[in-house]
């Protein structure tokens, strides 16, 4: 089994490429990696990939806090192929995505990836289950 490894990249790199054409194949309305929205400028994505080959990432955006209307940051995507589940990536993904975006919200259908890490779930809506990511959570 060879070694995968998660890093940030930059917005324009190669690897930022293959992760949208990943995320893109997933859900199809994500066309595009936010690097900034409404002067709130948002964290580049992270990669995991094993060689060069892209087999996961997370990417952001903003929306409005939950239950708020101040802007706040989102994790807009997470995905890791099925054929690499189960090895630990996406709480990776998740462990750095926290440390670049301590404050951080998503939309999930799998909260048990999210409150294992210490993610707390924030209320229920009709396309999954809100988690967020804060020390005041």
Known sequence: MTMVT????G???AAAVRLLAL???HWSDLTHLETERDGMVIPQPFVA???NCVVGGGSFSRYTRPGGSDPVVWLNALYV???HRGRGIASQLLRD???VA????????IPALYTQLGWKILSTD???IVVGWNHSV
Do not use: H, I, K, M
Request: proline share 10%.
């Open 11 to 13: 917005f324009g790199s």
């Open 97 to 99: 995505c926290v440390r």
């Open 49 to 51: 990939q094993e060689g």
């Open 6 to 9: 998660v890093q940030q990249v």
């Open 102 to 109: 301590p404050q951080l919200y998503a939309l999930t259908d």
């Open 23 to 25: 995320l893109n194949a």
């Open 81 to 83: 192929l099925p054929s």
């Open 126 to 128: 009709p396309d999954g």
